[in-house]
Every structure is written in structure tokens, then in C-alpha cells.
């Protein structure tokens, strides 16, 4: 929360674009939007304890700030570089990257599900698509990556992903 | 059957005995089974509401009485004199002298408003106004004399860190008429408060209920866009498989939280559509806008505590979005602005503050009013405490140009939703220092304002680490006098 205009926050470029978030300047009269967003106290007195907050705006950063985007992007493009072919097989590597274990069966279909549907809504709009796929896959593979940049970034929204019990 | 052993595993600490429920059952807290995955799911009150939506102005930092208020002509003409020895000895201040205090007298010109006769300084001419709209409390007393704990006792009911604030109570008591927004928003202006997220927090209660804080610069709520290349459609099948698989997490792990996870992402695809349109303005008005003072100049200013230019905006668009906000069945609104402690440079700073606050706050009681919306919001002004009839002498200064913290007799007000129109609640001696008719502890006032929500403030209780807690811990008398 800013009072003193004394900060503008704008995207990084180049190699600072990819440095951990705990490496951002803190402003003390403008903490950074994700800062404060995740219940970082503002700096105006001591703070015995942080409050934590589950808010839906923490729900829109994580879903659609371009720097969550982003990662998702990338964690879509490993699976189609790194990880094996089938998307069963794919939904195995991704838990195992992102949770460290494998899917219940329910889960699995929930996963599947949302894949497919990914498939078929990506292929209704080509051009839309291609924003999304942007600079992760060839121009006749767009419709796979895009099911797969909607399958990260669910995985990366998960409680069981952000959420160290 | 699951989702009532849910329950019972998250709201008694893990104990859900048969012999526990039924005792709670008799009790009542059982009535309404909370579905879990709608938390904020509207819930009868307990007896026929006024008021169902609450704006709270908390003007952080403590705004002097005496100077607004509480007229004390016994101050000028003692002004420069020191107060009794007897007075003083029992009493902490946060940075008076005792041995060379001095009393201060006001230079402000008071005038009486409206039918009942309120007197109010020349700093408030917009606020004059609406004085018979208003139910002016001048006896309000609190335990606590440092802000931190001071906004805390008023704003969760308790000087001690981690308990709900008023909003949570509301939010979990009766949940919210509002589907597409949070059921508590937060707006705030100035510097920071120096309670901060404490002052809105859900405490033990699920983060569900805490107040959601907007921003004050740029845009009030980021990312209401989906990712370039994202298709609404996208986006709400995405939010259905991620909440199925939260949700079988919930089961397996038991962890209530997981609740509030599921609720905020539902809400947050909600208010990609809903946001926009309420933070939007432009279908207001220029009459409206002109007489909330939006686009008002501000004046140059010798003060510096209120958070520097650009406020005026600001806090006059957070008295706007808190009507607009109602509309659409928020319940809880909250406007913060810091800070109104002034130890020093009183008259200019409280003058800045006043000019920035008087004209907003009246076009919102009028404006709520017009629309027929002031029966069922009450609007309250409050603040942590009040300020000493002494000057401030920090490091033995003679000549004090403002006031320190006054726990033991302040004013604030509350308007709409049931209360009494136009009443002068209490008094305070010739010199402000205590009360001396119609006492009103924070308890009080928090009972008085639950019940006007038809909650009945020992009633509205949450099982925490073995006890039940209430916002009114184990005290506070509903102000009949207060209310119509």
C-alpha cells in the first residue's frame, strides 16, 4: 500500500525479469503489489505478527499476474521438452515436479478433464491461442502447448503447491 | 454426514464429541450449518436486523474533541494554567510532562446545528449539515492509550493482538448479500495506520472473513484481466478443476483453510466481471461527483501528517466506492485515513484533515439518504481515542501547539441504520477530562452496533483454543439510548 508516490513498479527486462522475488527492492513507503497483496507488513511501525490473508485478490495475482503467467509458460515448455510423450505419462512428471507424488485417480481426471477442454477451447481460436503459446511451440503444435500452459498453471495455483503443512 | 463431521473437526478444535454437539446444538450455534463451500452464503441474524451494512470511518491517530466536538470555554480561561497535582498522579500519557503540562485552551468558533442542537467547529461546515442525522456520542471511554492497542480495542474488541475485527464478526455472523465482491472491502487513505492488516484481520476466525484490502494508487484491484490468449471459458474451467482438486485436498488433510482457498478463487473469477463496473465511476453524476468534492483543488498545506497531497482524491473516492459498494451488498466497508495524531501543528493539520474529510463524509450521509440506503447502513466515525486538554510538551517545549493521547473521555458518531437521529449521547466535565453522564466503553459500542444488525453480541461466538470468544469478550451493555 503506497502514501508516498514514491515508487512506480514497472516489469523487469532481461536477466532481472528471472530473479527470486525475495531479491526485490523493498520500498518501505511503496511495497511492491505482491508484497503487499501477501499480507507483507507496510513498515509503518514494528510487526510482532504477520497476518495471513486468503484473499481473492491473491487468487487474481496468482492466476493472472503476467510474472505467474510467465512461469506457467515455462513450466509448459518443459513438459513438452523434458517430459515423456504420453499425457498420461505428462500428468505423472508434472505432479512429480510439482508435489512430489502421483495422482489419486479422481485427481487424474480432474487433470485429464481440464486438458481436454484446454484442447478444444484453444482450437476454437487459433489467433487467441497463439498469444498464449507465444515463443513455447512450433505454429502446427500451438493447441497442445496451450492445453499444457492451462495444466501448469493449474498445478502452480494448487494449495498443496503454495501451501508448506 | 461428512460435512457435518467438517464442521465439527474445524470449529471445536478437533473434538467433535456427541456430547459437545448437543451442547452447542441447545446453544443454538448449530442452528445454521455453514456450508463450507460457500462460507460467505447470507445467515439469518438472531433477531429482525436495522442495519445491514455497516461503512466504518476510522480516522486513524485520534481527531481532538475539543477542537471538534466537545466545546470547553473553561479551557481559554484556564489556558497556560498547570492542572492539580490530584489530577494527573494516577495517569500514563504517552509523552506529557506532568511537572509542566499546561492546559490548552481551543481557538476554534463553535455553532450549534440542526433541531438538536450540536455544537461543532468551524473546521466541520459540511458535517453541520447532517446533525440531525446523526447520534453524537461525546462519552466514549477506552482502556487503551497508545494507538496500536487503541485501534485494536476499537477495531476487534480487544487491546491483544489476533482476535477478529468488527467486519470478520459481521462477515461470519451474517455472510454477505454480495456474490460478485468481498463481503468486507478495505479502502484506505494517508499513511499507513499504525495497526495495519491487524485492524481488518479475520483473527482465529478463517481468512475468508478478513477485510480485503483495495489499493489506494492506480488501479484499485490488479489483474482483473485474464493472461493475454486466455479465454473466459479457459479461465472458468481452469477455476472448476483447480477447486476439485483443492477440494480433495480439503478431504484428505481436513485443513479448513483449504475452504478459504476454494471461496477466494470462486470470488476472484466473479469479480473479473463485477470489479470493473463497480470501480468505474463514470456512470456517476457531476452533481454526485461534485458533491463527494472528487475533483476538488486541494489546498496548499503546512501539515504533513495526512499523508502528503493527492488525499483529497483519494478519500473522497473511497466515501463514493464505499455507497457504491453497499449497493451491491458489501457488508463491511471500511475508509482508513492517517493519521489525525496531532502532538503538534494542531490547527493546521487538524484544519487539512477536516478539509478533507468534512465535505465527503456529509455528501455520503446525504447521498445514502437520497437513495434510502441511510435506514439500513450505519455509518460510523470513529477513531481510538481523543486527545488531552493539556498541551503537548514533549522534551519540556513551553509552548505546546498540540495535544497528546485522552483515553478517559472522547467523541465519536454513528448515523443510520436504526440509530437515534439528532441525539447528544453523554457529557464530559467543564474541562473534557472525564465523563460525567451516559458512559460508553468500546464494549458498548460494539454490543449496540451488533445489535443493530440483529445479532445479539453474546450470542455471536467462536470456539478458540478451548473457549468461546465474542467480539464483545466478557462485557459490553447494548445502548438502548443510542438506538431508535
Not at chain 1, 59 to 72: K, Q, R, S, T
Not at chain 2, 383 to 395: A, K, Y
Not at chain 2, 430 to 443: E, K, L
Request: net charge positive; aromatic share 8%.
Amino acid at each position: 500500500m503506497t502514501y508516498a508516490n514514491t515508487a512506480r513498479w514497472v516489469e523487469s527486462k532481461g536477466k532481472d525479469r528471472y530473479r527470486r522475488g525475495m531479491y526485490t527492492w523493498f520500498q518501505r513507503t511503496s511495497p511492491h503489489p505482491l508484497m503487499t497483496t501477501f499480507d507483507a507488513a507496510d513498515g509503518i511501525v514494528c510487526t510482532v505478527k504477520r497476518d495471513r490473508s486468503n484473499t481473492p485478490l491473491g487468487a487474481l495475482m496468482l492466476l493472472n499476474d503476467p510474472a505467474f503467467v510467465e512461469c506457467a509458460q515455462a513450466l509448459a515448455k518443459r513438459i513438452l521438452a523434458e517430459a515423456p510423450k504420453t499425457t498420461s505419462e505428462r500428468v505423472d512428471w508434472l505432479m512429480r515436479t510439482c508435489v512430489g507424488r502421483l495422482s489419486s485417480p479422481a485427481e487424474r481426471m480432474a487433470i485429464l478433464g481440464l486438458h481436454g477442454e484446454m484442447l478444444v477451447l484453444a482450437k476454437a481460436k487459433p489467433e487467441e491461442t497463439a498469444k498464449l503459446t507465444n515463443g513455447i511451440s512450433a505454429a502446427d503444435a500451438r493447441t497442445e502447448a496451450a492445453a499444457w500452459v492451462g495444466i501448469a498453471r493449474l498445478m502452480l495455483n494448487l494449495d498443496e503447491f503454495m501451501v508448506r503443512e | 454426514m461428512l460435512r457435518r463431521r467438517r464442521f465439527l473437526t474445524s470449529t471445536t478444535g478437533g473434538i467433535g464429541t456427541l456430547a459437545l454437539a448437543s451442547i452447542l446444538r441447545d446453544e443454538g450455534l448449530l442452528a445454521q450449518e455453514r456450508d463450507p463451500t460457500n462460507p460467505l452464503a447470507p445467515l439469518p441474524s438472531h433477531f429482525a436486523p436495522k442495519a445491514k451494512a455497516c461503512i466504518c470511518i476510522y480516522l486513524e491517530g485520534a481527531p481532538s474533541q475539543i477542537d471538534l466536538f466537545d466545546p470547553k470555554p473553561k479551557l481559554r480561561e484556564l489556558h497556560g494554567q498547570p492542572l492539580p497535582d490530584s489530577m494527573t498522579q494516577n495517569v500514563r500519557f504517552a509523552f506529557i510532562q506532568k511537572a509542566t503540562a499546561k492546559i490548552l485552551g481551543s481557538p476554534r468558533r463553535f455553532a450549534k446545528h440542526g433541531r438538536c442542537g450540536m455544537d461543532l467547529s468551524d473546521f466541520l461546515p459540511h458535517l453541520g449539515t447532517c446533525a440531525d442525522d446523526i447520534c453524537w456520542i461525546r462519552s466514549m471511554h477506552s482502556d487503551a492509550f497508545n494507538h496500536h492497542p487503541g485501534q485494536l480495542l476499537m477495531n476487534c474488541g480487544s487491546t491483544m493482538f489476533g482476535r477478529p475485527s468488527m467486519g470478520s464478526w459481521l462477515a461470519y455472523g451474517l455472510g454477505s448479500e454480495a456474490r460478485n465482491l468481498p463481503a468486507y472491502v478495505v479502502l484506505t487513505a494517508g499513511r499507513g495506520t499504525s495497526g495495519g492488516t491487524s485492524n481488518w484481520s479475520s483473527g482465529f476466525l478463517p481468512t475468508t472473513y478478513s477485510g480485503v484490502l483495495f489499493r489506494n494508487q492506480g488501479e484499485p484491484v490488479l489483474h482483473l484481466n485474464n493472461p493475454a490468449g486466455l479465454s473466459d471459458g479457459m479461465q472458468e474451467r481452469t477455476i472448476s478443476a483447480l477447486n476439485r482438486l483443492n477440494g480433495l485436498r480439503r478431504e484428505e488433510t481436513a485443513d479448513p483453510e483449504i475452504d478459504s482457498r476454494i471461496a477466494s478463487y470462486e470470488l476472484a473469477f466473479r469479480m473479473q466481471s463485477a470489479a470493473p463496473s463497480l470501480l468505474d465511476v463514470s456512470d456517476e453524476t457531476k452533481r454526485t461527483l461534485d458533491e463527494y468534492g472528487i475533483d476538488r483543488d486541494e489546498p496548499e498545506i503546512q501539515a504533513h501528517r495526512g499523508g502528503g497531497r493527492g488525499q483529497f482524491r483519494k478519500f473522497a473516492l473511497n466515501c463514493l466506492l464505499a455507497r457504491r459498494m453497499i449497493e451491491r451488498g458489501v457488508r463491511f466497508v471500511s475508509l482508513f485515513h492517517a493519521s489525525w495524531d496531532h502532538h503538534s501543528n494542531l490547527n493546521a493539520e487538524l484544519q487539512h484533515n477536516c478539509l478533507m474529510a468534512d465535505q465527503p463524509v456529509a455528501a455520503l450521509l446525504k447521498d445514502l439518504k437520497r437513495r434510502g440506503l441511510l435506514d439500513s447502513t450505519l455509518v460510523l466515525w470513529m477513531s481510538e481515542f481523543g486527545r488531552t486538554p493539556l498541551g503537548e510538551n514533549r522534551g519540556g517545549n513551553p509552548n505546546a501547539t498540540g495535544r497528546d493521547h485522552h483515553p478517559f473521555a472522547f467523541t465519536l458518531w454513528m448515523a443510520g441504520g436504526g440509530v437515534k437521529p439528532g441525539h447528544i449521547h453523554g457529557e464530559t466535565d467543564d474541562i473534557g477530562w472525564g465523563v460525567t453522564r451516559d458512559p460508553v466503553s468500546v464494549n458498548d459500542l460494539h454490543a449496540t452496533i451488533l445489535h443493530q444488525f440483529g445479532i445479539d453480541h453474546r450470542r455471536l461466538t467462536f470456539r478458540f483454543q478451548g473457549r468461546d470468544f465474542r467480539l464483545t469478550d466478557v462485557a459490553g451493555q447494548v445502548q438502548q439510548a443510542l438506538i431508535r
